[in-house]
């Protein structure tokens, strides 16, 4: 990670307005640092931090400790280039509406030069008009129109996650393994080899019949190439078609027995 990018996230600040339980700070406080950010400030909040913030903050203590307590919201936002409001409904007031994945864009590209904010509301009634006219932006999850409130630490997860999302789109952390990833796939070529084998063997076998076989092969592509096997699977399934003809003799095994105690001996299922 490195600096440049890190010091993006830590200009996004997660902001609770007058909260009333105190468990939900420490759970928004997890779901901050889980998705790497960590600024938090409170407006108000109905009890200040206590035993079950630290209990739902799971470790992401330090967030609560340097969260910053304001009197109302400008002070909150002190410094911000760009507000965002959190809003459980689709408002009746015309404001401009984000859906998350552009929120997490604008928000990144803002703290590229200052302080950006993400405002979430109350439990019970959210964001007052007033609070809402602060905001440039509204972003809204678009959850379930008949059941649209998410508890607002959810609702900090999912922006945080949106957020996280984009900014390792952006290249600031390596991607997961992703299967066609992998290294030493089969090439096009040894695939070739594959099916040519694969064919043989199952009319030696009885299985199939060269003349109508054409759809059982096809279908046994769709699934190789499903599949995308490395060179090592690859050479497991020849091994196997090897032995189904009959070209490998179960003593083998026996002799294995017989070696054991040599142990460059190789293996039961090294194939061909
Ligand atoms: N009854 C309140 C719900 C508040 S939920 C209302 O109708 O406004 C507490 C906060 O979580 C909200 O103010 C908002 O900031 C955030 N939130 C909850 N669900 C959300 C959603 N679907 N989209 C965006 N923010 C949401």
Redesign the pocket.
Known sequence: MSTESSDLLARIRLVL?ETSHPGNIGAAARALKTMGLSRLELVAPRQPPDAETLARAAGADDLIARAGIHPDLPSALAGCRLVI?????LRSIEWPLLEPPACAQYLLEEAREGDVAL?????????TNAELARCHYL?????NPDY?????A???QV?AYEIRRHWREQGNAPALASRDAREDLATAEELEGLHTHLAETLEIIGFSDPEQSRKLLMRLRRLFNRARPDRVELNILRGILNAAQGRKSPERFARRHATQSNPEGSPPCSSD
Not at 119 to 127: K, Q
Not at 139 to 143: A, E, G, K, L, S
Not at 148 to 152: K, R, T
Request: proline share 3%.
């Open positions: 307005v409001g959190a809003s459980a409904r405002v979430l509301g109350r439990e019970r009634s959210g964001l972003v809204h999850i678009p959850t649209s409130s998410l508890n607002v959810a609702a900090a922006l």
